[in-house]
């Protein structure tokens, strides 16, 4: 599983990058909000940071088919690695099939189900983001439209998309992806940092750091 920070936040990249644990990056105009930049200046500078291997996600604003394809082309002429995320409302999907044809990376975004799913998918989007947390905060299993996802791209050849598990709220949204069959997951700096963490990782750690320096004190003495 490969995966992704949800993040338009420079220093958390850096991070992700510096631990060898950030394959791409997923931003939204909310994500970009935060950090109080405008779309272009921000997400150019994270094209640069984590390099043209690395997929960095940018969503348009507009919801017309016209207005999405213009800002579509605008985003895509960024930086090679942006990928335009596009939501799968019907003037998003009409949207979605223009830019594909025109060679635009598209992530289909704000998925709840399989069978927008597979509008996105027939539409010629490259990454599908079902949003599991989301899903969850109203009592819906997001994680059943992941394993949903995953049997239909199994079964279909023809539709040559990627699942990125969007919303993750925490470490067991990506455990669980892995067994749903979610390529990529999408995350918050806060989850990846989540992932290293257990309690008897630290405590085994200082149990064998002191053991061996009782031993060497012990052997000073004697
Ligand atoms: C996906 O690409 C979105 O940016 C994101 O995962 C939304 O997550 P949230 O529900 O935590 O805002």
């Not at 958390?12 to 931003?27: E, F, R, Y």
């Not at 507009?62 to 002429?77: C, L, P």
Request: proline share 4%; with cysteine; glycine share 8%.
């Amino acid at each position: 599983m490969k995966f992704f920070l949800d993040t338009a936040n420079v220093e958390q990249i850096k991070q992700g990058l510096a631990w060898g644990l950030c394959d791409g990056v997923t931003t939204n105009p909310t994500l970009v909000a935060r950090e109080g930049r405008e779309m272009e200046e921000a997400i150019r500078e994270i094209c640069e940071l984590v390099g043209p291997d690395r997929p960095v996600s940018a969503e348009v604003l507009a919801v017309d088919h016209d207005g999405m394809v213009e800002e579509a082309q605008e985003r895509a002429s960024w930086a090679e690695n942006v990928v335009v995320k596009i939501p799968v409302i019907p003037e998003g999907v009409r949207a979605m099939k223009t830019c594909s044809d025109m060679g635009i990376t598209i992530n289909a975004t704000l998925v709840f189900s399989c069978g927008q799913a597979l509008l996105a998918a027939k539409a010629g989007a490259r990454y599908l983001s079902p949003f599991v947390g989301r899903q969850d905060d109203i009592g819906w299993s997001g994680m059943e439209v992941v394993r949903q996802i995953a049997t239909m791209l199994r079964m279909y050849d023809a539709l040559d998309a990627e699942i990125i598990l969007a919303s993750a709220r925490h470490v067991g949204h990506v455990i669980e992806g892995t067994q749903c069959g979610a390529h990529i997951c999408t995350m918050p700096f806060k989850v990846l940092d989540q992932l290293f963490k257990h309690p008897l990782t630290d405590v085994g750690l200082e149990r064998f750091l002191s053991d061996y320096r009782a031993m060497q004190e012990e052997l000073g003495e004697a």
